[in-house]
């Protein structure tokens, strides 16, 4: 019952990561040129 649900807060981990990075290249790829 002291198991700490690790798959649960990895995941949260992951899309919080994934959402940060996504976030960051669209700001980097909209401040450095639209020729894309």
């Known amino acids: 019952m002291n198991k700490i649900p690790t798959s ?3 995941r949260q ?7 940060l990075y996504i976030d960051f290249s669209f700001q980097f790829l909209s401040k450095n ?3 894309v």
Request: proline share 0%; charged share 30%; no cysteine.
């Open 8 to 10: 649960k807060i990895f």
């Open 13 to 19: 981990g992951v899309l919080s990561s994934r959402k």
């Open 33 to 35: 040129g639209r020729s």
